[in-house]
């Protein structure tokens, strides 16, 4: 079993960066696909991207892509998410999840919430107007 924790959320200005940060431990990430998702007060949890167990695929909803960038460092047991050009619609609770399944079985499986098997408990993104 593996026990994530994400780090690196925080306030910022429309058009800043963050950078996510969800470490690993108890068992080495190498062994899942990771997960980003995120949760606006009052919506459901919202798929954002994953990255299979070796980085060489990736996954983005639509309205991410060209702006956030998933990434791996298995040596260090963590997932990073790369944001950049934030947007006010951006602002959410942002949670890493890990998934024990099938390595390559396209978007739909890696966007849907019942894939992953770890949660962590989740980072605060506040992008201000």
């Known amino acids: 079993q593996v026990q994530l924790v994400e780090s690196g959320g925080g306030l910022v200005q429309t058009g800043g960066s963050l950078r996510l940060s969800c470490a690993a431990s108890?068992?080495?990430?190498?062994?899942?696909?990771m997960g980003w998702f995120r949760q606006a007060p009052g919506k459901e949890r919202e798929f954002v991207s994953a990255?299979?167990?070796?980085?060489?695929?990736?996954y983005y909803v639509d309205s991410v892509k060209g702006r956030f960038t998933i990434s791996r460092d298995n040596a260090k047991n963590t997932v990073y998410l790369q944001m950049n050009s934030l947007k006010p619609e951006d602002t959410a609770a942002y949670y890493c999840?890990?998934?024990?399944?099938?390595?390559?079985?396209?978007?739909?499986?890696?966007?849907?919430?019942?894939?992953?098997?770890?949660w962590g408990q989740g980072t605060q993104v506040t992008v201000s107007s």
């Open positions: 990255i299979t167990r070796t980085g060489g695929r990736t």
């Open positions: 999840a890990a998934d024990n399944g099938i390595t390559y079985a396209g978007f739909s499986y890696y966007s849907t919430v019942k894939t992953y098997d770890f």
């Open positions: 108890g068992r080495t990430v190498s062994n899942y696909n």
